[in-house]
């Protein structure tokens, strides 16, 4: 969950560090910006201008969920919503490892045999886990403690822990969830953040897919999931590998306050720049989490978000349910509710559900 934004005054203080050769009266974020753009067309052979890929998809049916909380007692709640939503098929359950020690992450017994077994009833749906990369994920760490938790991380320290989990995913019938590790780690929130030391972040990230990935019988797909914007560090600069990467997410609140649908989309490592970075990847992008934040009750961001979501290569949504988020689970939004549940209401998913799009090659 994104809570607030560094001061832009901080991340620009860290681009300056990292970027040369910034012509007077760029604005650092946008030079950022440009150099990573430039390089991602030069990796692929079109050095200088390049058209911009193909995102735009006809309207079409996307799979959706809602976090409606993380333990096992959540479940029978996604049934009231979709019964609220007239029978909506809600194909993604979405929840999150606590992260308050490493038996965290290795995972609960009862929480993953469960949210496998709702997974398993239907072939069209999906478990979203979210799972942290250190901890305690919500330690108030510094950028030094967690730097030096980085650098034991990338040799290997934590590995049996992110094993333990895959071999109980498995076990369970989990194996083909889809993990949103380390998420939001272009911010401030977690300790399994980027800032500290992006290296070691991203060969900590390539670590523990590899582990996971020797599991026989897995089929897991990684979900990079920053914030939406330019928080703490411009989240290209966390991006671990198309090797690693399955899926390109973006949690997307209605923040900041005052800001228009337009903007969150144009802004700096936006939704624009997410669904063309994924393009050029041929990766699907998500949004694991999204809902109301600073603005209040906001049906047009609503309706907007779902449209956006609808006509681009989405591979799923979940909406964060809870107040002052949500819609069925938050009694605040009375108008943005009506507008979801006009939207979703009776909503049979995409045929297949998540699931059908394969992985990507290994």
Known sequence: MRFGRLALAASALLL????????SGTPLSQTARHDVFSADTAE????????????????HEVPFGAFVGSWDTYIPQIAKLSTWLRNADLQVGHTYLAGNGWADVEGENQVLGL?????????ARTLVLGVPMLVPNEGNLSDGQVAALLARGTKGEFDQR?????????GFGGGDT???????????????????DPAAWKAYWRRIVTVMRSVPGQHFR?????????????WTRCYPGDDVVDIIGMDAYDMPADASFEEMVTEPYGLQDQVEFAARRGKPVSYPEWGLFRNG???EYVRRMIEWMRTHDTAYQTVTDYCPHGFWGCDRNPRSAAVFRQLMSGSKGAPGGVSSRAPARR
């Open 297 to 299: 009750d906001n049906p």
């Open 162 to 170: 992110f094993l333990k989990l895959a071999r109980k995913l498995v």
């Open 44 to 59: 692929d052979g079109r050095r200088g201008a390049a058209p911009k890929p193909a995102v735009l998809r006809p309207p």
């Open 115 to 123: 949210w496998s077994q709702w997974r398993l009833r239907d072939p």
């Open 16 to 23: 300056l560090l990292t970027t040369a050769s910034v012509p």
């Open 222 to 234: 990684f979900d990079f999931t920053p914030t939406r914007g330019l928080d703490a560090i411009p």
């Open 178 to 196: 889809v993990l949103t590790l380390g998420w939001e780690m272009n911010g401030t929130t977690y300790s399994s953040r980027c800032r500290p």
